[in-house]
């Protein structure tokens, strides 16, 4: 905790503010990349994400008030400028967010930045099924192991909601996953 206390302490600070931040860059890079890439899906869409997120996070370092984690204040400032990513994107579009995610699962079998089998992609279509926080909800606790507690302090949810969302989420993606094997059975 001492070392996240001096970079913030550099960070908000003119004199090595540079050095500090691409230190912070480097150590938080691919975590966020991996948290914006579950949402947004796209590689390059994912990079844009990423980039306007450490801008945000550049511009409102002196802001940042240590109530929180550094990681879970950027994590929160790249959750929301994924979602605000998505909604320009289906306005631009004139389409609603949930084609927009249908469209990206769609293009995810042939991205060349996704490695996954048959089964892994089954599974991205079935949470990109998901209501957009029901989604968010699922993927922070599930791929990144958060905690209810932290996911509260994210998302600005109670605990009781977000175990609400979760469970609702595993059951909207097991009945996809079955409904899709059976189809295929067929």
Known sequence: ??????????????????AAFRELVSKYKERLYWQIRKIVLDHDDT???????FIKVFRNIDKF???????????RIATNESITFLNKKSKKQKITIEAVQNHLIQNLESDVYFEGDQMQLQFQK??????EKQRLVFNMKYFEDHTY???????GTSVGGLKSSYHLAVKKITAFI?????????
């Open 178 to 186: 079955k409904n899709t094997e059976m189809s295929l059975e067929k």
């Open 47 to 53: 990079d844009d994400v990423l980039q306007n997120t």
């Open 1 to 18: 905790m001492t070392e996240e206390k001096e970079l913030i302490k550099r960070l908000q600070e003119g004199a090595n503010q540079d």
């Open 65 to 75: 008030k240590s109530d929180s984690k550094l990681y879970t204040w950027m994590y």
């Open 126 to 131: 079935a949470i990109a099924t998901l209501p």
């Open 149 to 155: 507690e932290d996911l509260s302090e994210i998302l």
